[in-house]
Nanobody, 114 residues
C-alpha cells in the first residue's frame, strides 16, 4: 500500500521556523519527484515545493528564500524546512508524489499566528 505520513507541524509565531517530515512507503522512492502541497481553509490546494531524485528543487514564488525541500532516498524521507514563517503560510501540508492525485495522507497542520 502506498502511504505518506506527514509530521512536524504545529503552532508558531510569525518569523518562526518548523521542519516538516514525510515518510513514504509502498513506492520505489528514488524513482519519483516528491512534492509538498498545502491547503488553507477556503482556498485551493497549491504546490509549495518539489524535488527530483537527485535534488533539483522548485519552489512557489511565495516561499522562495524561506523554505527548503530535501530528501533522503536511502530512508524514503522528504523534508520541508520552513523559516521566516508568515500567517499566510497557515495551512495543512501534504507530502506526495509530484503531479499525481492519489494516496493523499492526513497532512500536518501548520498554524502561524501571534
Amino acid at each position: 500500500q502506498v502511504q505518506f505520513v506527514e509530521s512536524g507541524g504545529g503552532l508558531v509565531q510569525p518569523g518562526g521556523s518548523l521542519r516538516l517530515s514525510c515518510a513514504a512507503s509502498g513506492i520505489i522512492f528514488s524513482r519519483h519527484v516528491m512534492a509538498w502541497y498545502r491547503q488553507a481553509p477556503g482556498k485551493q490546494r497549491e504546490l509549495v515545493a518539489d524535488i527530483t531524485s537527485t535534488g533539483s528543487a522548485y519552489y512557489v514564488d511565495s516561499v522562495k528564500g524561506r523554505f527548503s525541500i530535501s530528501r533522503d532516498n536511502a530512508k524514503s524521507m522528504v523534508y520541508l524546512q520552513m523559516n521566516s514563517l508568515k500567517p499566510e503560510d497557515t495551512a495543512a501540508y501534504y507530502c506526495k508524489i509530484f503531479n499525481t492525485d492519489n494516496n493523499w495522507g492526513q497532512g500536518t497542520q501548520v498554524t502561524v499566528s501571534s
